[in-house]
């Protein structure tokens, strides 16, 4: 039996996208919410979730590191998709008769000189695959949709115009999630540790906390913090490290770290992607 992928979204969004370069033997299952996407693998009906966290234009993705934690999953890989936008109408339709095109809020200013160009208005949707799918129903000759070639196939959709966007550096990182850790898998590449941690209240705890990873050359790729439980000083860090906790110099740093910490808690230990660099 093919097992499932959960991700948030219509058909056709780049989450879906990202599950089928990065998992193509597994069926997609969409999802109205990422909260749907992690209730999808926490009851069984599928067998990991596709959950983007950030992109290189827009920052992390919102609640992302939140759900994470609370999610029960563990993170097993991760993936890169480049964020590539295509003007796409009903078949038959010239680019001259498009007069406004949907799409997500933030996939329209990413376009804004294509649009420019030919005088079309952009209008905000909930979600751009779905923007091409309604386009699909309606049959409106005069509105087309901002969104994936793949929304574009999916829904019987011409494209206008491929990869418009403004910016060639748009790319959205994903976390593969699933219900069981697997510590013991080494990559061909590096290894990256995601954890989450709180500080103790104590004078200059964040900077001891950081010192372990210093001194024990342990490079930390992404250091972020967020509020928890709605109070200004209960604060959780979000952080990727390079390396494996098992590797001397990482479990040195992680003894330091949790000397300073009420809180460490590993999400995932998983290869890098090639994506990385």
Known sequence: MTQRIAFQGEPGAYSH????????????????????????????????AMLPVENTTYGRVADIHRLLPESGLHIVDEAFVRVHISLMALPGVEIEQIE?????????PQCESFLRTYGIRGEAAADS??????????GNRKVGALASDLAA??????????????????????????????HRRRGDAKMVTTFVFQVRNIPAALYKAMGGFATNGVNMTKLES???????????????????????????????LAYFTTKLEILGVYPAALERG
């Open 17 to 48: 996208e990202a599950c089928r370069q990065a998992r193509p033997d597994m069926e997609p299952l969409p999802c109205r919410t990422f909260e749907d996407a992690i209730d999808a693998v926490k009851f069984g009906n599928a067998a990991m």
């Open 100 to 108: 406004k095109v949907r799409a997500h809020l933030v996939l329209l």
């Open 129 to 138: 695959a779905g923007a091409a799918a309604e386009i699909a129903a309606t």
């Open 153 to 182: 196939e999916i829904n019987g959709l011409h494209i206008l115009a491929r990869h418009i966007e403004d910016h060639a550096h748009n790319t959205t990182r994903f976390l593969l999630m699933s219900p069981k850790a697997d």
């Open 226 to 256: 967020y509020m928890v439980d709605g109070s200004f000083t209960a604060t959780q860090f979000y952080a990727d490290i390079e390396g494996h906790p098992d590797d001397r110099n990482v479990k040195l740093a992680l003894e330091e």
